[in-house]
């Protein structure tokens, strides 16, 4: 995975308000990246709110700036998944369960949106081009790259091939926290001092997080 060769190095970076894509940006910034602008997508998931209230307060308090961009032709042509549809019930586990592969696939379907990232990715290709940024900053894990295959770095290295076809200045993607698991993510967020009470780790809305959902318990586990 190619990593920022010089600290003058601009960059992009996609901040969902969750624990993963926090500690990444946290990272990059003390590797001296200067992130030009913090981006959260609005494609009518059921967090939206509260991930885009967090991403705020997260680039507010790194000294980014921050934009919302809003997919909702996303929204409509991810009626199967329940981390969208309002008629889906989101799947809920046991601790126990996070590490059987066949549930987590078979509830990682549940939740799929077509294409995510790599509609991210792309988005932000353009403004980090345009913007003159070497880099897109993600917060991809070894832990959910076991269902998610969007989340792994065979999936980093793919795009930044497809990358360096499409963008002038050869945007590449970098994610510091790709080779590590939410436990390890938690520590080294704690370790830099990354603003980890305002991550929000729930695939539901409201106030607070359900404690039920995958992305809770995935939290949950990695602060035992």
């Known amino acids: 995975m190619k990593q920022a060769r010089r600290v003058r190095d601009k960059a992009v970076a996609l901040i969902s308000g969750g624990l993963d894509s926090t500690v990444s940006l946290a990272l990059a910034q003390k590797k001296g990246l200067k992130i030009r602008l913090g981006l959260t997508f609005d494609y009518g998931q059921k967090a939206a709110r509260p991930e885009i209230r967090s991403a705020r307060r997260i680039c507010r308090k790194l000294k980014i700036p921050h934009r919302v961009v809003r997919l909702d032709w996303l929204k409509k042509i991810a009626r199967s998944s329940s981390l969208v549809a309002r008629d889906k019930v989101l799947p809920e586990l046991k601790i126990s369960e996070l590490s059987d592969l066949r549930i987590t696939k078979r509830t990682g379907r549940q939740v799929w949106v077509p294409n995510r990232n790599a509609v991210f990715i792309g988005i932000a290709a353009a403004f980090a081009e345009s913007l003159h940024c070497s880099y897109i900053i993600t917060g991809f894990n070894r832990e959910e790259a076991r269902t998610f295959p969007d989340n792994s770095a065979g ?18 993607v970098i994610s510091f926290t790709a080779r590590l698991n939410k436990k390890q993510i938690f520590k080294e967020g704690q370790r830099i001092k990354a603003p980890l009470a305002d991550a929000w780790s ?19 586990r990695a602060e035992e």
């Open 155 to 172: 999936f980093i290295r793919a795009v930044n091939k497809s990358l360096r076809y499409s963008t002038l200045n050869r945007v590449q």
């Open 202 to 220: 729930c695939y539901r809305g409201g106030l607070k997080p359900c404690g039920k959902c995958e992305s809770c318990l995935r939290r949950i």
